[in-house]
């Protein structure tokens, strides 16, 4: 028993992370995700604003760790019209959200105090765009006549990417990718992450959307690129706050913003891609 306890926490030590309940999690997210979207499409709807929500707490308690005060009910009012309107009104319902949502919170900030104003008004817009917004094409991919399948192809680009760029790099990884922003990330781990996104997407748009595996595979290569870049990008927001996880709420994830940062970058381009293919019939 204590070889088996040294070996998990050498595991564990070299992760940089406990393994265990990271995968119990992840396979919690899974049941919920499917289970949801394919018996009752309105309680995925559901999930997906309630993970934007806390996800936008999560920033905000960020946002006032390093000294911006941006109250939370009017970001959480301003980001469930954009849901709401993901989901009932399509693209041009969220667009539309987005171009009346924000300039009203950055009218609200203005009254509530000039102070700080372009810092905590610049704050928030990115907030209302990082998450709610983005979030949304996760809820234009799901409402859809085979809206469990786009979900699967976005799950599994994500996952692809994450999961083997993380074992490539725990392996082989010697070269950083951006040792400024995220120093765990390396060259050998986004080879992995292209390998088997590329074959994972090729296969799940083959037998899941009928459609060309040469295309799946492609919008794998792309989806490396997002789902990356959002990373980053979260990466980049911690490191500027001074924070190492966004939250705690995910045993060995963190917070939400820490398990969506790389769907919020792929759910559009994704969205995007289909949207070609269906007006091209490729």
Same mark, same amino acid.
Not at 21 to 33: D, H, K, T
Not at 154 to 167: G, K, R
């Given at each position: 028993m204590d070889d088996l306890h040294s070996i998990n926490e050498a595991i564990n030590n070299r992760a940089g992370r406990k393994l265990l309940? /990271?995968? *119990?999690?992840?396979?919690? &997210? +899974?049941?919920? $995700?499917f289970g949801s979207i394919y018996y009752l499409p309105i309680a995925f709807g559901v999930?997906?604003?309630v993970?934007?929500?806390?996800?936008?707490?999560? *920033?905000? #308690?960020?946002y006032r760790s390093s000294g911006i005060e941006i109250p939370e009910l009017p970001v959480f009012i301003a980001a469930s019209a954009l849901i709401i309107s993901a989901w009932y009104g399509r693209v041009s319902g969220l667009s539309v959200a987005?171009?009346?949502?924000?300039?009203? *919170?950055?009218v609200f900030l203005l009254f509530k105090s000039p102070k700080d104003f372009l810092k905590r008004a610049s704050a928030a817009a990115f907030a209302i765009f990082y998450i709610p917004f983005l979030g949304g094409f996760i809820l234009l991919l799901a409402h859809h006549?085979?809206?469990g399948a786009r979900i699967l192809a *976005? $799950?599994?680009?994500?996952? =692809?990417?994450? !999961? @083997?760029?993380?074992?490539f790099g725990l392996l082989f990884g010697r070269h950083k990718l951006a040792p400024h922003v995220s120093p765990k990330k390396t060259w050998e781990g986004i080879i992995g992450a292209f390998l088997a996104t590329t074959i994972g997407s090729a296969l799940t748009f083959h037998y899941a959307l009928h459609s060309h595996w040469w295309l799946?595979?492609?919008?794998?290569? +792309?989806?490396?690129?997002?789902? !990356? =870049?959002?990373?980053?990008?979260?990466?980049?927001?911690?490191?500027?706050?001074a924070?190492?996880? +966004?939250? /705690?709420?995910?045993?060995?994830?963190?917070? &939400?913003?820490? #398990?969506?940062?790389?769907?919020? @970058? !792929?759910?559009?381009? $994704?969205? @995007?891609?289909?949207?070609?293919?269906?007006? @091209?019939?490729l």
């Open positions: 309940p /990271s995968i *119990l999690v992840s396979l919690s &997210i +899974m049941a919920l $995700v999930l997906i604003w993970a934007v929500l806390l996800a936008l707490r999560e *920033l905000l #308690r960020a987005m171009a009346i949502a924000v300039p009203n *919170l950055l006549d085979d809206g *976005l $799950v599994v680009l994500v996952s =692809c990417n994450d !999961t @083997f760029a993380y074992i799946g595979a492609g919008i794998g290569l +792309m989806a490396v690129v997002t789902a !990356t =870049c959002g990373d980053l990008i979260e990466s980049a927001v911690k490191r500027d706050l924070i190492k996880d +966004m939250g /705690s709420i995910l045993p060995g994830h963190g917070g &939400i913003l820490d #398990r969506i940062d790389s769907v919020l @970058f !792929t759910a559009p381009a $994704v969205w @995007f891609v289909l949207e070609v293919i269906k007006h @091209f019939h």
